[in-house]
Each structure stands twice: as C-alpha cells, then as structure tokens.
C-alpha cells in the first residue's frame, strides 16, 4: 500500500521568507504525487501534481515541487512567503483513483 | 464553469439519527469520490462512484453509504450516527476513476456535527 508522510505538522516563516513543506512517499510503482491547500472553512484547491513529465512541477502562486526518486521525496517550495499563503497544506499520492493524504501541514506566515 | 457543489454545508445532528449529505460534480465529470476529515484521523478515503457504480471503498462501516444518480450527482448517507462521525465530508470529482492522471477538484465540504 501507498503511503505519504508529512514532516512537521506546523511549520512559520517570515513574510518573504522561503517556504519548504516536506513530504515523503511510499510507492512500490511509479507514484501520481499532488499538494492540495486548505484555507479556513473551505475544500481543498488543487496546487500542482506530478505525472512523470517533469521532476520539477510548477503550480499555482507561485508554488513548485520536486520530484527525487532516489529519497522518495516530493517537497513543496516557494521563494517568498506571503501573508495569503497562511493555511493547511496536504500532500497526498494516488492509488488506484482514490487519494492517500499526509497529516497534513500547517502554514504561518509572520509579518 | 461551476465548481464541486455540496449541501447542506452545516448540519447537526443528534446521536442515533441518520443524515443525507450530497453532491453535485462538475459538469461533464462522471466520477464522485468523498472523503472524511477529522483532527485526529486527518483526511480518510470513503467511496468512489463512476457511471453510478461504486467502484472503490475505504475501510468505514457498513453505516456509511452512498450512490450516484444518472445525472452523476451523488449523495451519501450515515445512519445511526455516533458523536465521532463528527466531521467535515467532502466531495471530489473527475472525468473519470482509476488513473492517477486525472486531478480530483474538491467542493467546499459539509460540515457535521453529531451531538
């Protein structure tokens, strides 16, 4: 079975600063790897996904992830924090159709 | 286009009762997956529907329940409703199941409260 793991369940930047959320798979095929983004009493909105297309994937906002075989890791970045990108992020990994999730990680941003 | 749209967004409830939540994908999307989010459980796989089928399902009790309608619209049922199915359900859909390809988009949620 499939499985994802969030590193830090929070995680606080300065507004600016560079944004790293870790996320570590386990997949015994070639996995399909998503970040989702939560905001306060709303569904989640898609950021990117990783299809095997590319290693790096550019999403929304300016959010970016890379896709590392050899560790297994599919970390989501973004160069300068802003404040709106305060919110609960998810990575989750596909198996057959149904999405497996991280515990997810919590964003604060500092002015 | 009209994202994923559920009803009723809040609902509570008391124990022992059963509640109906639904779902209505986007348009042209013929597959309906719900989730379950706790704090302590995070976001747990339900059931997928396509072409009014259930095509997979998580590891929830027989109390949880589903379907989908022609026009792929779904809905989900839990009876006798215990205080931990407290929780937010949401509804995602895409064209089709099965391929890790196709993006499932998320609709708000319901949230709901068992007292």
């Known amino acids: 079975a499939q499985s994802v793991t969030q590193l830090g369940s929070h995680v606080s930047v300065s507004e600016g600063a560079l944004v790293l959320l870790r996320c570590n798979y386990s997949?015994?095929?070639?996995?399909?790897l998503f970040w989702y983004v939560q905001y306060p009493n709303q569904g989640l909105q898609l950021l990117l996904k990783y299809t095997s297309a590319a290693t790096l994937v550019k999403g929304i906002n300016d959010f970016e992830a890379e896709f590392k075989k050899s560790e297994t890791s599919f970390h989501l970045t973004k160069p300068s924090a802003h404040m709106s990108d305060a919110a609960e992020y998810f990575c989750a990994v596909d198996q057959g159709g149904k999405l497996i999730f991280g515990q997810g990680t919590e964003l604060s941003v500092k002015p | 286009k009209a994202g994923v749209t559920q009803t009723p967004r809040y609902l509570i409830k008391t124990r022992g009762q059963q509640v109906t939540l639904s779902c209505s994908p986007i348009s042209g999307h013929r597959s309906v997956s719900w989730y379950q989010q706790t704090p302590g459980q995070g976001l747990q796989f339900l059931f997928e529907?396509?072409?009014?089928?259930?095509?997979n399902k998580g590891n929830f009790p027989g109390r949880f329940s589903g379907r989908q309608f022609s026009n792929s619209r779904s809905e989900m049922n839990v009876s006798t409703l215990e205080l931990g199915d407290s929780a937010l359900y949401l509804c995602a859909s895409s064209h089709r199941p099965g391929t890790g390809e196709e993006t499932q988009y998320f609709g708000p949620g319901t949230r709901l409260l068992v007292l």
């Open positions: 529907y396509f072409s009014e089928t259930q095509r």
């Open positions: 997949s015994s095929v070639p996995p399909y």
